[in-house]
């Protein structure tokens, strides 16, 4: 087991990613940056000699990228919401795969209602943010999450071919890190809905559920009591 015991190792990369998040950033941002450079450049996607050597370097930094998200939480909450977004990415792949309807022909379709997911989303945002208005948060994550696994029936399709637009045989890799990167859009929105346990400015820990919860620190003064200050003064 080596010189330290697994609690003690565990205990140090969590204060490790807490405290230095900027080197998951770098991370997260260096696989953002190979992620355009492997798709941009069909050399390198086809070379046997470094694509597989791009894939696993896109994942590792992406995963990196998220490891001080994945320390902060629970792990038992962790598990389970993994769960259930393969599931959910699962299903939507079979359904993207077995739709008579080619997505990848009728693409406006998507565009328009990924546009209007987006408008209803930052509506609801801004909602949560300026009025408090309780849940609000959660439902522009609903509007993210519609548009998102509407992409992945779209990618299902160009991955399994036999469609009007199709990905070669040989852009493996790339449709791996695609189903990957659709699957981490999915389970970001996991780490804002589950209960911190590491995060030293949470002080109600076992309270943090915002599914359940209204998350915004105070709600504004009422009307008439905004009257009354104004009046006094």
Not at 33 to 38: G, N, R, T
Not at 129 to 152: D, E, K, Q, T
Not at 169 to 191: G, H, P, V, W
């Amino acid at each position: 087991m080596g010189p330290f015991p697994l609690c003690v190792r565990i205990n140090f990369l969590n204060v490790f990613f807490t405290s230095y998040y900027w080197v998951s950033c770098l991370f997260f941002g260096m696989g953002l940056v190979l992620l355009v450079v492997f798709i941009f450049f069909e050399v390198l996607r086809f070379n046997k000699m470094v694509n597989w050597l791009f894939a696993v370097l896109i994942f590792e930094c992406i995963v990196l990228g998220i490891a001080p998200l994945v320390v902060r939480h629970y792990k038992y909450q962790f598990l389970l919401s993994f769960l259930i977004w393969t599931v959910a990415l699962a299903l939507f792949i079979v359904c993207g795969s077995f739709l008579p309807l080619d997505l990848t022909l009728d693409v406006v379709v998507l565009f328009v209602l990924a546009v209007v997911s987006i408008i209803g989303a930052i509506y609801f945002v801004m909602l949560y943010i300026v009025a408090n208005v309780a849940y609000s948060f959660v439902i522009a994550r609903c509007f993210i999450v519609i548009s998102i696994l509407m992409f992945v029936m779209y990618h299902a399709q160009i991955i399994n071919g036999g469609r009007f637009a199709e990905m070669r045989t040989k852009d493996y890799f790339l449709a791996a890190i695609i189903l990957f990167l659709d699957f981490l859009l999915l389970y970001l929105f996991s780490f804002q809905m589950a209960p911190k346990w590491s995060d030293l400015c949470d002080r109600e820990r076992s309270k943090n559920w915002v599914l359940f919860r209204e998350t915004t620190t105070s709600y504004p003064p009422k009307w008439w009591y905004t009257r009354t200050s104004s009046t006094e003064d």
